[in-house]
């Protein structure tokens, strides 16, 4: 069986599954994909009965790329209606100094936060030292698209709550 996201939109029932939002992204970053698309997962578990209502969602992140916003954005809508924000401060500048990292994801329902933060040994070294060199190779070019996708396939044959811890809070974490 396939992983996917049931929301609720305008009475209807929407499954979303891991291989809609990439083709909605474009398929250059499957990496950052997955990563939003398990911190959602494993948060919408958190916050209540399912499926959760799209419009309702607000979402606070520290992750700043494409691949990740663009899944928020399949699934949420809340970026283009204004329920969401990159918000470097609720993650930490260094991966590897200290967890979290720019993986964390704070999603907000009815009253209730769900924050999902990335546990260790998701993101390798090699990904995060290729991504920083500045003058990259072809080799090295070739090299990320393929951690990209290795990475992808790592988080998927996951469960969502052994690649992100979630703590649950009453109160709404504003977007």
Do not use: C
């Not at 009253?111 to 070294?125: D, L, M, N, Q, Y």
């Amino acid at each position: 069986m396939t992983a996917s996201i049931q929301i609720q939109d305008n009475g209807q029932t929407i499954n979303i599954a891991f291989a809609d939002i990439l083709q909605y992204h474009g398929g250059l970053l499957p990496g950052g994909v997955a990563h939003a698309f398990q911190a959602m997962r494993a948060a919408f578990a958190a916050l209540g009965e399912q499926p959760l209502q799209r419009r309702e969602i607000q979402v606070r992140t520290a992750f700043g790329g494409a691949g990740g916003r663009d899944a928020v954005e399949y699934v949420t809508r809340a970026f283009s209606d204004g329920r969401a924000v990159q918000d470097p401060s609720i993650g930490t500048p260094d991966l590897f100094a200290q967890l979290p990292g720019p993986y964390a994801w704070h999603f907000s329902y009815q009253g209730r936060t769900a924050k999902a933060t990335i546990t260790e040994g998701w993101v390798r070294p090699e990904f995060i030292e290729l991504g920083k060199k500045a003058d990259k190779t072809p080799e090295d070019m070739e090299r990320i698209v393929y951690l990209r996708q290795e990475m992808a396939d790592r988080l998927l044959a996951a469960e969502p709550g052994a690649i992100y811890r979630v703590e649950v809070v009453d109160a709404v974490l504003a977007a």
